[in-house]
């Protein structure tokens, strides 16, 4: 029997492994780690908002970031979590701390999240969903992106 996509296989082998970025371990790469996260729903979400208890932070890239963000959001792109984790806490003063980012499953959020909980920020969430799902809610972004 022939395996169709065994020419894949020597560049399998040689992809080199690499390191967890700055800031992120091993068990904030872990799925079943991250799937544990506490996440906040997008209903949940707008009504923090609209009572104005939580810091909002985008975790993507900021040129992303300057493409389209929830208003208000702060930029603090992921491998600058951990450097920027005790000013976020404080900046919060004892506010929620909602991160978001466009990943199908919150991936970049949730490594976000565990980052703030190392650093003490106990009720730190991710936003189910993300931007994509803030946007298709129905949410008007700031920044480059306009809503079709």
């Given at each position: 029997m022939t395996r169709p996509f065994a020419f894949l296989l020597p560049l399998l082998v040689s992809v080199p492994m690499v390191s967890p970025p700055i800031?992120?371990?091993?068990?904030?790469?872990?799925?079943?780690?991250?799937?544990?996260?506490?996440?906040?729903?997008?209903?949940?979400f707008a009504a923090l908002r609209a009572s104005g208890r939580l810091v909002v932070v985008d975790v993507r890239q900021r040129?992303?970031?300057?493409?389209?963000?929830?208003?208000?959001?702060?930029?603090v792109p992921l491998q600058s979590v951990e450097a920027e984790a005790d000013a976020l806490i404080a900046a919060a003063a004892g506010r929620r701390i909602v991160t978001y980012c466009s990943c199908s499953a919150e991936q970049?959020?949730?490594?976000a999240v565990t980052i703030l909980a190392r650093h003490g920020a106990a009720t730190a969430a991710a936003?189910?969903?993300g931007f994509d799902a803030w946007v298709a809610a129905g949410g008007r972004p700031a920044g480059g992106l306009s809503r079709q």
């Open positions: 800031g992120l371990d091993e068990g904030d790469q872990d799925p079943v780690a991250l799937a544990g996260v506490a996440r906040v729903s997008q209903i949940e040129a992303t970031w300057r493409k389209g963000h929830i208003p208000g959001a702060l930029s970049t959020s949730a490594r936003l189910a969903g």
